[in-house]
């Protein structure tokens, strides 16, 4: 499932890439909301980026696209003994709890000029995960890693965000503009991991993962380029 996932987002990103008449990136901040919010009481960070085929115009005010984002919604880090036999290494161990999303995009921006409103709508889906990593104390390299818990929520939402111009005619960008946006997720149950839910316990990793919808709204500053 995962893979068949992997190559059909590679295929549309691939697609819209080539294509692509606008194409932005943003840093966001994510706020779980509902009973997601009751398990990850905390703000997450992350990227987004999203491609559209077209640029919207008075004739066509609309465009279509993909939107791929990914945010870290926990982290731990501790230092723990290489293993029960060699107590006297210490090795650094960080675990991180992830949410990567894929939508498609339409988009709605109706008005022209250096200051353009806009609303979005999204369908598509998340990949939340956590993955451990080992790391040597001393060179900060990691020499194991691995997938901990996993799942996939289905989700849609909906945007509203305001670009304003900042330069024009910048080679094969015709406008840069700057991006402020807000969004609400909804997102399907799913059974993820937080900071508390791994335990180790006479050597062996127990895990006890939460159960809820994935709700999510996050805050984005960025740029958006047309071509």
């Known amino acids: 499932m995962k893979k068949l996932l992997g190559v059909f987002i590679s295929l549309i990103l691939i697609t819209i890439t080539i294509n692509a008449q606008t194409v932005g990136g943003s840093i966001m901040i994510g706020s779980p909301q509902g009973d997601f919010r009751t398990n990850v009481d905390r703000l997450g960070y992350g990227l987004q980026f999203h491609g559209t085929l077209w640029s919207p115009s008075i004739e066509r005010p609309f465009t279509v696209g993909l939107n791929i984002g990914y945010m870290v919604y926990g982290e731990v880090s501790e230092r723990r003994p290489l293993s029960e036999f060699i107590p006297d290494v210490t090795v650094e161990v960080n675990r991180t709890n992830n949410l990567a999303n894929f939508h498609l995009l339409l988009q709605v921006s ?71 946006k807000a969004r609400y997720v909804y997102g399907t149950e799913a059974q993820y991991l937080t900071e508390n839910d791994v335990r180790v316990v006479g050597g062996r990793v127990l895990y006890f993962p939460k159960k809820s919808k994935t709700d999510l709204m996050t805050f984005h500053v960025g740029v958006v380029a047309y071509f």
């Open 110 to 180: 109706p008005f022209m000029g250096t200051v353009r409103p806009y609303i979005e709508g999204l369908i598509g889906g998340a990949y939340i995960f956590t993955t451990s990593e080992v790391k040597s104390t001393s060179t900060q390299l990691t020499f194991a890693e691995s997938t901990n818990w996993d799942d996939f929520t289905w989700s849609y939402g909906a945007g509203a965000g305001l670009l304003l111009l900042i330069s024009r005619d910048l080679g094969e960008v015709k406008d840069l503009y700057l991006d402020l």
